[in-house]
């Protein structure tokens, strides 16, 4: 199984900042990677996907990165909407797996 | 505007079977571009993909539980299902459906999802 680990795990930022989240793969996955944001009970919401590309009706805020091992999901500038918890899913395989989440949360 | 929904019992006794339905609404579960998937999320944890099939009953599942899971789908009535055998309580977990948009053959994003449904393993 191909491994995704994100970092940080937490995060901790103001209303206006500009936010990284790191996605690495254990091998190359090329661009095939999603991100998700998801609330408290809530279902997962598609952002990104093929590393770059932003999901229609995602705000323009969100962008994606990447590509082989190591990949970047950046708000450029936080707004209270998107406190929240952030996955990346690979999508290289027929099993496909997700990170283990970022937090974002408010400093 | 797709819809999907899941439903079934939210307990179920350790050793026996987790059947869960989802129902697709406001498109058709026999597109061929889509394929629809299980996703299960335990409490305060991560998302874990359980398996992935086609309209016309192409599967694919995780390695972890391919032993105890089964996926099917009626075009009939427009629904899928999911199967888990010998339930533990580490098996309890929010379970979601959602529309897999394929973008090689077997894999690609979530784009719809339901809104997940709590399913207890308890005696």
């Known amino acids: 199984d191909i491994q995704m680990t994100q970092s940080p795990s937490t995060l901790s930022a103001s209303v206006g900042d500009r936010v990284t989240i790191t996605c690495r793969a254990s091998?190359?996955?090329?661009?095939?990677l999603a991100w998700y944001q998801q609330k408290p009970g809530k279902a997962p919401k598609l952002l990104i996907y093929?590393?770059?590309s932003l999901e229609s009706g995602v705000p323009s805020r969100f962008s994606g990165s990447g590509s082989g091992t190591e990949f970047t999901l950046a708000i450029s500038s936080l707004q209270p909407d998107d406190f929240a918890t952030y996955y990346c899913q690979q999508y290289n395989t027929y099993s496909m797996t997700f990170g283990q989440g970022t937090k974002v949360e408010i400093k | 505007q797709l819809q999907l929904q899941e439903s079934g019992p939210r307990l179920v006794k350790p050793s026996e079977t987790l059947s869960l339905t989802c129902t697709v609404s406001?498109?058709?579960?026999?597109?061929?571009?889509?394929?629809w998937g299980w996703i299960r999320q335990p409490p305060e944890k991560g998302l874990e993909w359980i398996g992935t099939i086609s309209y016309s009953g192409t599967t694919y599942f995780n390695p972890s539980l391919k032993s105890r899971v089964t996926i099917s789908v009626d075009t009939s009535t427009n629904q899928l299902s999911l199967n888990q055998s010998s339930v533990i309580a580490a098996d309890t977990a929010v379970y979601f459906c959602?529309?897999?948009?394929?973008?090689?053959f077997g894999g690609g994003r979530f784009d719809y999802w339901g809104q997940g449904t709590l399913v207890t393993v308890s005696s």
């Open positions: 093929k590393a770059s």
């Open positions: 091998q190359s996955i090329s661009s095939w």
């Open positions: 959602a529309r897999l948009n394929s973008e090689w």
């Open positions: 406001g498109g058709s579960i026999s597109s061929p571009n889509y394929y």
